[in-house]
């Protein structure tokens, strides 16, 4: 396809173009140094390589504004190629566009400057146009290659995570297998790992989770989210915890409700870290926040117990339903190290009050809450 009819031999821009392409080696080098000097990205790139790119996209260039002619199909795709390559060295897609404005600006500046006291000199602005549609032409397949990257990257790590959280969660491979995943998810498996989870729902919606996953990638660390059953699970190394709750709720809603495990080490670590994260999110009272197995680890370990362990605290929780006054006082007796002083002045009541309501919650559970074993039972029982 052409712009116009192709410029025959002799035209004047067209020997502007070619009197440029007979400095095809110096100038490559000029526009490969204004690259690598604007664009500190491309350092990871190496220099050779960068080179004969910038080199093989000016030569096209230059032939294509000479003959008046647009990029051609194979062009394109030989962009598409050097684009993935940058993809490749992880090169962000707005630094890879960049480049062809640099390359552009610096080959106007070397045209109007080769044109002067030319046959050209009054013409050269014909060139802008060209110019331009040769820039657009190829930062649309760069776009078009980096979000085609973008997705066939996301889709294979979207997988990777999600049977790490199933190995994880289910234990039925060999150790090293997961290891192998988190390694390629950018774990350490002998590491220190954390998780935190959430009821699902919030996240079943269509991009929601994708979302929480592209917020994690601004935090410290590494973290792989999923869903599991009924709950999203991120699985955590090197991350504050409390920074990836605030993306959470900010996500979820201010109801959400999460529960954070231990932190713990390796894939073994890995797993009971979940499950901890599990337990305190059942015994969360409230959204909005984080429960931590760490504060609520007596009640949240007994979790899988309940049934076999309400013979205990039967009369317990009868009692705390119907005297919550009692129920009250021994929890402020506990909040207070065992003082009956301390725990009057946080009832605002007598020391001598706190004793005999103490007593009489002896009586009504058969659990005596100035013993260990009685205060277990009372407290358990009352806030379980």
Not at 22 to 43: C, F, G, K, N, Q
Not at 332 to 345: V, Y
Request: aromatic share 6%; with cysteine; proline share 4%.
């Amino acid at each position: 396809m052409t712009t116009s009819a192709a410029r025959s031999a002799g035209h004047p821009l067209r020997e502007l173009c070619e009197s440029l392409l007979s400095r095809l080696e110096e100038l490559s080098v000029t526009v490969t140094d204004d690259i690598r000097r604007e664009i500190p990205s491309y350092a990871a790139m190496p220099l050779a390589e960068q080179l004969d790119t910038v080199r093989s996209r000016l030569r096209a260039l230059l032939r294509g504004l000479a003959l008046d002619v647009e990029p051609t199909a194979e062009q394109l795709l030989e962009i598409r190629a050097e684009s993935l390559r940058r993809a490749y060295y992880g090169l962000p897609v707005q630094d890879a566009l960049a480049t062809f404005h640099v390359g552009a600006r610096r080959l106007w500046d070397e045209l109007r400057a080769t044109a002067r006291g030319t046959a050209a000199e009054d013409t050269a602005i014909e060139l802008v146009a060209p110019l331009w549609l040769w820039v657009q032409s190829a930062s649309g397949v760069v776009a078009d290659a980096y979000a085609d990257e973008a997705g066939t990257r996301y889709g294979r790590e979207a997988g990777l995570r999600q049977r790490f959280l199933e190995l994880l969660r289910t234990g039925g491979a060999p150790r090293e297998h997961t290891a192998e995943i988190a390694r390629e998810l950018g774990f350490d498996p002998d590491g220190d790992f954390r998780a935190l989870c959430t009821p699902a729902a919030p996240w079943a919606a269509e991009g929601h989770l994708v979302l929480l996953q592209r917020a994690a990638r601004r935090l410290a660390g590494r973290v792989s989210c999923g869903l599991s059953g009924q709950l999203m699970v991120a699985v955590t190394q090197g991350v504050d915890p409390g920074d990836l709750v605030t993306r959470v709720i900010g996500l979820a809603g201010d109801e959400a409700r999460v529960g954070v495990g231990l932190d713990r080490t390796g894939l073994a670590g890995a797993e009971m870290s979940i499950a901890d994260a599990e337990r305190a999110l059942v015994v969360s009272e409230r959204g909005g926040h984080a429960t931590s197995f760490e504060d609520v680890w007596l009640r949240a370990s007994l979790i899988d117990s309940r049934d076999r362990l309400e013979p205990l605290f039967a009369a317990v929780r009868r009692t705390a339903g119907e005297q919550p006054q009692l129920a009250q006082t021994v929890l402020a007796f506990a909040d207070a190290g065992l003082s009956l002083s301390h725990a009057a002045e946080a009832l605002m009541i007598h020391p001598n009050t706190v004793a005999y309501r103490l007593g009489q919650w002896h009586r009504l559970t058969g659990s005596d809450p100035r013993t260990f074993t009685g205060l277990v039972r009372s407290v358990v029982g009352i806030t379980g």
